[in-house]
Nanobody, 125 residues
Framework: QVQLVESGGGSVQAGGSLRLSCVAS????????MAWFRQGTGKDRERVAA????????SYADSAKGRFTISRDNDKNALYLQMNSLKPEDTAMYYC??????????????????WGQGTQVTVSS
C-alpha cells in the first residue's frame, strides 16, 4: 500500500534548524515530482518547496527562499527539507506529497496524488 511517512519535526527556538524527512513505500518516487506543504492553525495550506524527478529543478515559496532546501534521494525513496533560520511563523504541520506530472506543471501544481500524515514543527520566539 502506498505510504508517505514524514519525520523530523519538533520544537525549536527561533533561529534554529530542523531537517524533515519523508520516506515513501508502495511506490517509487523516482518518476514523481515531490513537494513539501505546510498548514498552520487557522491558515490555508501553503506549498513550501517542490523538486523535479531528478532533483535538478526546485522551487520555493518566497517565505522559504534562502532558508529552506529541498532535496531527494531516489535510491532511498526519500524526500528531505532542510530548514534553517526558523521563525515563529514557520510553525505548522508539514506534509510531503507526490504527483506524477512534468516539472513544467509541478512547480505550480496543487492536486498532488499522495500525501503523508504530516509532522509538526513548532518555532518559539
Amino acid at each position: 500500500q502506498v505510504q508517505l511517512v514524514e519525520s523530523g519535526g519538533g520544537s525549536v527556538q527561533a533561529g534554529g534548524s530542523l531537517r524533515l524527512s519523508c520516506v515513501a513505500s508502495g511506490f517509487s518516487i523516482g518518476t514523481y515530482c515531490m513537494a513539501w506543504f505546510r498548514q498552520g492553525t487557522g491558515k490555508d495550506r501553503e506549498r513550501v518547496a517542490a523538486i523535479s524527478t531528478s532533483g535538478g529543478s526546485t522551487s520555493y515559496a518566497d517565505s522559504a527562499k534562502g532558508r529552506f532546501t529541498i532535496s531527494r534521494d531516489n535510491d532511498k525513496n526519500a524526500l528531505y527539507l532542510q530548514m534553517n533560520s526558523l521563525k515563529p511563523e514557520d510553525t505548522a504541520m508539514y506534509y510531503c506529497a507526490a504527483v506524477q506530472v512534468s516539472w513544467l506543471f509541478c512547480s505550480t501544481w496543487s492536486d498532488f496524488t499522495y500525501w503523508g500524515q504530516g509532522t509538526q514543527v513548532t518555532v518559539s520566539s
